[in-house]
């Protein structure tokens, strides 16, 4: 994500149609986006996910979370919802995997989705990853606490690159 995208960002952020039934709405202005852009620590990163003719359709994102003991490596990505159920999140889910697992020493990727999101849970299960198992009353979301589905892939599950390895030969 470059700076001229935080207007597009804090749209998407502040319509709630954009998270859907499954997340709550993030209010930010813009000024709000450019600070966090600009101190977001390098363990967080958001990309933009296009079409291939440039038009700018979500993101995806990895970032570290805190656990007592130590960090455990997230992704996170939603989409517009004209441009849901095209493939479009598996891939970049895919490609995201790649990237982390050839760039990073980790051992474990891990994602999560609310209990009742099914598509959310074919793009992890459509990148390699597992589910785990559930995770009881995580989220306070329109008046009530939900259930999240725990999903990882680890790295010897993910053995080689799936799709940046293609687009290098392709290319």
Request: glycine fraction near 6%; include cysteine.
């Amino acid at each position: 994500m470059e700076k001229e995208d935080i207007p597009l960002m804090t749209e998407w952020l502040n319509n709630p149609e954009f998270y859907g039934r499954y997340f709550s709405p993030i209010q930010r202005t813009k000024t709000e986006m450019e600070k966090a852009l600009e101190s977001s620590p390098s363990e967080f990163k958001q990309f933009i996910i296009e079409e291939k003719d440039g038009t700018k359709i979500g993101f995806i994102a990895h970032f570290f979370m805190l656990h007592p003991w130590g960090k455990m490596l997230e992704m996170g990505y939603a989409l517009v919802p004209s441009e849901r159920r095209k493939g479009y999140c598996a891939e970049a889910a895919k490609i995201m995997v790649d990237y982390l697992f050839l760039s990073k020493e980790i051992a474990c990727i891990q994602a999560t989705t609310d209990i009742r999101n099914v598509a959310s849970q074919k793009v992890l299960e459509k990148a390699g990853f597992q589910k785990e198992g559930i995770e009881r009353k995580r989220f306070f979301y329109n008046g009530e606490w939900r259930d999240i589905v725990l999903f990882s892939i680890l790295r010897e599950e993910w053995k080689e690159p799936k799709i940046l390895t293609k687009a290098i030969q392709h290319g």
